[in-house]
């Protein structure tokens, strides 16, 4: 799987790399050891974050209070912390 997550108690830690201004949001892979998500929104007014986080609640059955950008508010490098209970609905989606 590659090193862009890990468990530190009872979170999940996500490196993320987001592409903001696609055409739909979903996931792209994983490159550099960073799970690649195209964004469907404008970088502006955290736009881009506030669609991330609504993809990764509604895509991995998470309460979207749950999800914490933990760093990269404005950088399209972010780290983004979970429950750690979503890492195997995680592991599915990401092959």
Sequence with gaps: MGMWHYVKGDRLLLDIKAIPGASKTEF????????RVRVAAAPEDGKANAELVAFLA??????????????GKRS???????????????????V
Excluded: F, H, M, Y
Aim: net charge positive.
């Design 28 to 35: 792209a892979g994983v490159k550099d050891n960073r799970l």
């Design 58 to 71: 509604k895509t991995l059955g998470c309460p979207k209070c749950e999800i914490i950008l933990q760093s």
């Design 76 to 94: 399209r490098l972010k780290v983004i912390s979970l429950p750690a209970l979503v890492q195997r609905e995680l592991e599915k989606l990401i």
